[in-house]
C-alpha cells in the first residue's frame, strides 16, 4: 500500500513542482508592485536581483557541473552576454517598469503570448517552418491570432468593473491616491508596450538560449554565465540612470526582501524546476501550466492590492489563454511526429546481403570454394534512416 502511495507521488511530482514554480511567480509579480507603489528604484531593484542570482548559481554550476563542463569558448562567452542582454536587462526592466504602470495581472497575461511571438520570430528568422497545408500549421497559426486579439483587447477595452469579493487587505493603501493620478491612460499605454517588449526580448532570449545549449550543454554553467553576464550589465545600467549610491544601500526593508527572494528563489530555484520538469516529461507540459500563475496572481492582487478587474481585462485574458492552448497543441502534435521520425536501434544495425551469381552455382557444384573466398562476394549493405526535421 504504501509503496503504491510513493509510486502515485512520483507521477504527481512534475505538477506539483510546476504549481510550486507558478505560486513563486505570483509571489514576485505582488512584490514588484509594491515595490513601484513605494517608489524604490526598479533598475537597482533588478541589478541586485542579478547579483543574488549570481552568488546563487555559480557556486551550484562549480559544485554539480565540475567534471563534465567543456572548454569555454568565446563564441559561447558573446551568447552569453547576449543572453544577459536579452533574458536579463531588457526583459527584467521592461518587465518591472509595465507592472508599475498597469497591474500584475496584466502583465502576467501578457506573458502568456510568448509561445505565440518565440513561434513569429522563429518563423521569421527561418528557424521553424509555419506549414499552413496542414492542422498542425493552421492551428498554430490561428492560436497566434487569437492571442494577439486577446492581447488588443485586453490594452484598448476594459469594459465593466467586476467586483468580485471586498476585503479590507489593500498593501497600497497609504499610497493608492497618488498612484492613481499619476497612472493615467498614457501611463497605461506605455506600460502595455513596456509589456510586449519583455515578452518579445525573452522570445529573442530563448532563441539565442537554444543556441547556446548546443555548443555548452550545461545547464547550471549556462544560467552561471547568463547570471554573471546579467549582473554587470544591469549594474552598468542602473548606475547610468542612479549615481546616489545612498539609493544603493540595502537595508532590512522590502528592497532586500525582494533582491533576496527574486534572486535566489526565482532565478535560482524556480529556474531549476523547470529544467527538471522538462526533462522529466516536455516543454509542452511546462508550457501548459502558464495560464496558473495570470489565475493565482489575478487572485491574490485583487485580494491583497485590491486591483478591479474588468469585462475586457477577463475577455482579453481568456482569448490569450485560449489561443496560447491551441499553439501549445500544435507544438505538441509536431513534436510527436517528429518523435515517430526518430531512428530505433534496429534501423541502425547493418544488414549482410550475399550476392551469388550462375557462375558462382556452378563453381560451388563443382569445386567448392574455402569458406573464406565466399566471404569475397558478400556485400555489407549499411541500412539507415536519415530523417531531415524541419522545427
Known amino acids: 500500500m504504501m509503496r503504491k502511495s510513493w509510486e502515485v507521488l512520483d507521477v504527481f511530482k512534475p505538477a506539483i513542482g510546476m504549481v510550486v514554480v507558478h505560486f513563486a511567480l505570483t509571489g514576485v509579480n505582488i512584490l514588484y508592485k509594491l515595490a513601484a507603489n513605494q517608489e ?13 542570482a549570481t552568488a546563487f548559481l555559480v557556486p551550484l554550476a562549480l559544485i554539480i557541473e565540475r567534471k563534465k563542463r567543456p572548454q569555454l569558448t568565446w563564441m559561447v562567452v558573446f551568447q552569453a552576454f547576449l543572453c544577459g542582454l536579452f533574458g536579463g536587462v531588457v526583459t527584467q526592466n521592461m518587465y518591472v517598469e509595465s507592472i508599475a504602470l498597469t497591474s500584475a495581472t496584466y502583465v502576467s497575461a501578457m506573458s ?6 518565440t513561434l513569429i520570430l522563429a518563423v521569421s528568422f527561418r528557424l521553424e517552418k509555419l506549414m499552413l497545408k496542414t492542422t498542425i500549421g493552421k492551428a498554430k497559426l490561428m492560436g497566434t491570432l487569437i492571442e494577439i486579439g486577446g492581447a488588443m483587447i485586453l490594452t484598448f477595452y476594459k469594459g465593466l468593473e467586476i467586483n468580485i469579493w471586498s476585503i479590507d487587505t489593500n498593501l ?13 491612460n498614457g501611463s497605461y499605454f506605455l ?7 519583455s515578452v518579445i526580448s525573452y522570445a529573442v532570449w530563448l532563441i539565442v538560449q537554444t543556441k547556446m545549449s548546443k555548443r555548452y550543454p550545461c545547464p547550471y554553467s549556462s544560467a552561471a554565465l547568463m547570471s554573471i553576464m546579467a549582473s554587470i550589465q544591469c549594474v ?12 544603493w544601500k540595502l537595508r532590512w526593508n522590502l528592497m532586500l526582501l525582494i533582491a533576496v527572494y527574486s534572486g535566489i528563489m526565482i532565478s535560482g ?4 524546476l523547470i529544467a527538471w520538469c522538462v526533462h522529466v516529461r516536455d516543454p509542452v507540459f511546462v508550457a501548459n501550466f502558464n495560464p496558473l500563475s495570470l489565475l493565482l496572481t489575478a487572485i491574490m492582487e485583487s485580494l491583497l492590492l485590491e486591483e478591479k478587474l474588468h469585462i475586457g481585462s477577463i475577455l482579453g485574458a481568456g482569448l490569450i489563454v485560449c489561443g496560447l492552448y491551441m499553439v501549445l497543441w500544435g507544438k505538441g502534435k509536431e513534436m510527436n511526429e517528429q518523435a515517430k521520425l526518430v531512428p530505433t536501434p534496429s534501423s541502425t544495425k547493418f544488414d549482410t546481403v550475399v550476392v551469388v551469381t550462375e557462375d558462382d552455382k556452378d563453381i560451388s557444384k563443382d569445386n567448392p570454394l574455402p569458406k573464406e573466398q565466399h566471404g569475397q562476394n558478400e556485400f555489407k549493405t549499411e ?9
Open 269 to 272: 530555484v524556480v529556474v531549476i
Open 383 to 391: 541500412s539507415k534512416t536519415q530523417n531531415n526535421i524541419q522545427t
Open 236 to 247: 552598468i545600467f542602473a548606475l547610468s540612470t542612479e549615481r546616489n549610491w545612498s539609493a
Open 112 to 117: 502568456n503570448l510568448l509561445p505565440a511571438l
Open 191 to 197: 506600460g502595455s508596450l513596456l509589456a510586449l517588449g
Open 40 to 52: 524604490l528604484n526598479l533598475r537597482i531593484l533588478v541589478a541586485y536581483r542579478w547579483i543574488f
Open 172 to 184: 497600497m493603501k497609504h499610497n493608492q491616491q497618488q498612484n492613481g493620478q499619476s497612472n493615467g
